[in-house]
T-cell receptor
């Protein structure tokens, strides 16, 4: 059974702080990894994709991948209230199926 | 460039009724997907189509059928709706199976 796990939260951080979101996966054959943001009542929106070990930065967002530890994380620097949402981790093993985690709810407090 | 569009946005059905959810993408993507999202269950794959002319079952296919009408359109049909099918349904597309998926706005379905 392929699984993707995330802490459900809520994770609360003050405005301007760094939010750290974590995801672990069980399938060692997984090759591609994605972070989506989902506002309440809206559809998932792609934030980052990462395919190789290490860090990938895009603006205030940094994705980190460690395939040996089967761990992927998302850091959000200078968190804003508008970052308050549920963050979904998704994993793919070059098949057609993504496996999504249950999501972590982030609350950025003004 | 509208991306992925879905119709309808909202629907209320009675048990036993049938309906078809429509999805279209204008990104020339090869792969298309149908998910349902329930509180506490996350996104679960119902069916997918890796390319025009092919469809495959996902994690929760029972009670659903799909049609890949052409490269742009992928429909989901509920033949005899049940209250357990009350959910939010998302369509998504990607250019290849391991690449990013892009989601439509969703259909909120209630079965009474």
């Amino acid at each position: 059974q392929k699984e993707v796990e995330q802490n459900s939260g809520p994770l609360s951080v003050p405005e301007g702080a760094i939010a750290s979101l974590n995801c672990t996966y069980s399938d060692r054959g997984s090759q591609s990894f994605f972070w989506y943001r989902q506002y309440s009542g809206k559809s998932p929106e792609l934030i980052m994709s990462i395919y190789s070990n290490g860090d990938k930065e895009d603006g205030r967002f940094t994705a980190q991948l460690n395939k040996a530890s089967q761990y992927v994380s998302l850091l959000i620097r200078d968190s804003q209230p508008s970052d308050s949402a549920t963050y979904l981790c998704a994993v793919n093993n070059y098949g057609q199926n993504f496996v999504f985690g249950p999501g972590t709810r982030l609350s950025v407090l003004p | 460039n509208a991306g992925v569009t879905q119709t309808p946005k909202f629907q209320v059905l009675k048990t036993g009724q049938s309906m078809t959810l429509q999805c279209a993408q204008d990104m020339n993507h090869n792969s298309m997907y149908w998910y349902r999202q329930d509180p506490g269950m996350g996104l679960r794959l119902i069916y997918y189509s890796a390319s025009e002319g092919t469809t495959d079952k996902g994690e929760v296919p029972n009670g659903y059928n799909v049609s890949r009408l052409n490269k742009r359109e992928f429909s989901l049909r509920l033949e005899s709706a049940a209250p357990s099918q009350t959910s939010v349904y998302f369509c998504a597309s990607s250019d290849r199976g391991y690449n990013e998926q892009f989601f439509g706005p969703g259909t909120r379905l209630t079965v009474l």
